[in-house]
């Protein structure tokens, strides 16, 4: 992909999550939104899961998230926060299907001071049988993740999508809203890192919903949502502007694939999956 410089601006609400939150600005470095459901209420508390090369201020990093009651998964690195904001420079320029995106992630941009924000989820807990033995409870099946474009608002007619590529450059779509595809599944337990597309400059607010599928809760599982804000700025360098129109038409046009189903694929710091 070229690169020209321009800001994008991320602020994330949480709307379901847990008591005693903060605000956490994150400038670089990487960082999963991390999913736990909560089943002695029915809801799902929304953390921000904090790395070794996390570059963040905020009073939210003083509010560490241990794990629902009985929970399996929480540590120290997780960080409740009633906003999340990203600040993002030299972002990517990015086309999916004929469509140029502005684009920031995937996870090894971490390593380069870029951030990236994975999306990963904890849906698992202890239990005790009647004799005292403890064993683990896998909460849901799988999970469902889905974008509610039509309660979400951006310019007007804009697009979002939410990919990832392989070694070759080939996208797997999970998100497309030109295609109408606002939905995909994924593991009970694992973390994924993707690619953000944009293709207008402008404000964004993106509502997610996220629920478990089957399995012990599934049948009786809340929805939690989360409203994702993203002010998206494209401020090209002198040197660069007269390259954008060249550098989309340099572009190959990837193939387009649908997967519902989270990939076993490779390692989650590099632009593919990494379930744990």
């Not at 794990?67 to 420079?89: E, Q, W």
């Amino acid at each position: 992909m070229n690169r020209f410089g321009f800001s994008l601006f991320v602020a994330i609400v949480a709307i379901s999550t847990a008591t005693s939150r903060g605000e956490i600005v994150m400038t670089g470095g990487g960082a999963d939104l991390t999913f736990y459901y909560n089943s002695g209420n029915n809801t799902f508390d929304i953390v921000l899961q904090t790395k070794g090369n996390t570059i963040a201020s905020g009073s939210g990093l003083d509010n560490v998230y241990l794990g629902p009651p009985g929970g399996v998964g929480g540590s120290a690195s997780n960080r409740v926060f009633s906003s999340l904001t990203l600040d993002i420079s030299d972002a990517n320029l990015g086309m999916l299907n004929t469509t140029p995106f502005f684009t920031i992630g995937p996870a090894n941009q971490a390593a380069a001071g870029r951030p990236d924000l994975g999306i990963r989820t904890r849906f698992r807990e202890n239990a005790t049988t009647g004799t005292g033995v403890s064993f683990v409870i896998d909460q849901f099946a799988s999970t469902s993740l889905s974008l509610d474009w039509a309660g979400s608002t951006r310019p007007s007619g804009a697009q979002f999508a939410l990919w990832q590529t392989d070694s070759f450059g080939a996208p797997t779509v999970f998100i497309d809203t030109a295609a109408d595809d606002l939905d995909f599944s994924f593991p009970a337990f694992g973390h994924q890192h993707f690619v953000y597309g944009f293709s207008q400059e402008g404000e964004y607010q993106l509502k997610f919903d996220v629920q478990g599928v089957g399995g012990f809760f599934g049948p009786n599982s809340s929805v939690g949502s989360v409203l994702v804000n993203f002010n998206v700025a494209a401020v090209p360098e002198p040197a660069t502007a007269g390259l954008i129109a060249a550098g989309f038409g340099c572009i190959a046009v990837g193939a387009r694939y649908r997967r519902r189903q989270g990939s076993s694929a490779a390692d989650g710091d590099g632009p593919a999956t990494d379930w744990e």
